[in-house]
């Protein structure tokens, strides 16, 4: 079965340093894969979009790779900051690009200290 | 005003009871979406609509409706609520993309549903 899959432990690391969240994924050959941005008792916000024909995207302090071999994308923050604290879910396209469908993994809870 | 709003924002039922929860929307998207968020299972489909005569079951549909009523209006009804659709549930809208590309979501504030 299709099955996506984050860190369900939270990420602690200190101010400054760089943070990357895992998001594997099984039996999917998705177009393109999206993270998101939840804090609590919010709903998502969009953060970035990569392709299945990208190895990398760039946002400012954030770094996505996807690598359709390994079934595997790498979210970066550079630089964290205490504010960057929240739950940061990976989606994957469900069928094709019209649809515009997403399967959600459960999220991992990064938590930068000061 | 926020873009995507959903009422109420927190319900307390009971079993059986008759539910809805709307959502509404400025953004013009035609799609619009409706998921729940449990602990450790993360967001999932319940229903998709991508324009006003298109709706679509999604992965957990039963003990779910919706009515598309405009554009701008997505409402979802539980028809007779139980204690396991206590959830957090978010609307979400998409703007329809263009040929090769993809479109990321907008999500509402979510409505946070208790059912005893």
């Known amino acids: 079965s299709q099955k996506i899959e984050q860190n369900s432990e939270a990420l602690n690391i200190q101010e400054g340093k760089t943070a990357t969240l895992t998001c594997n994924y099984t039996?999917?050959?998705?177009?393109?894969l999206q993270w998101y941005r939840q804090d609590p008792g919010r709903g998502p916000v969009f953060l970035l979009l990569i392709r299945e024909n990208e190895k990398e995207k760039r946002k400012e302090r954030l770094k996505v790779t996807f690598d359709t071999t390994l079934k595997q994308s790498l979210f970066h923050i550079t630089a964290s900051q205490p504010a960057d604290s929240a739950t940061y879910l990976c989606a994957l396209a469900s069928g094709g690009g019209a649809t515009n469908k997403l399967i959600f993994g459960t999220g991992t809870l990064l938590a930068v200290q000061p | 005003d926020a873009d995507v709003t959903q009422t109420p924002r927190n319900r307390i039922t009971k079993t059986g009871k008759r539910i809805m929860l709307e959502c509404s929307q400025t953004?013009?998207?035609?799609?619009m979406y409706w998921y729940r968020q449990d602990p450790g299972l993360g967001l999932r489909l319940i229903y998709y609509?991508?324009?006003?005569?298109?709706?679509n079951k999604g992965e957990i549909s039963d003990g779910y409706s919706v009515s598309r009523q405009a554009q701008a209006k997505f409402s979802l009804s539980l028809e007779s609520a139980i204690p396991n659709q206590t959830a957090l549930y978010f609307c979400?809208?998409?703007?329809?993309?263009?040929?090769?590309?993809?479109?990321?979501?907008?999500f509402g504030p979510g409505t946070r549903l208790t059912v005893l």
């Open positions: 039996n999917y050959s998705p177009a393109y």
């Open positions: 953004k013009g998207h035609d799609r």
């Open positions: 979400a809208t998409s703007d329809k993309p263009q040929a090769g590309a993809y479109n990321e979501q907008f």
């Open positions: 609509s991508f324009d006003v005569k298109d709706i």
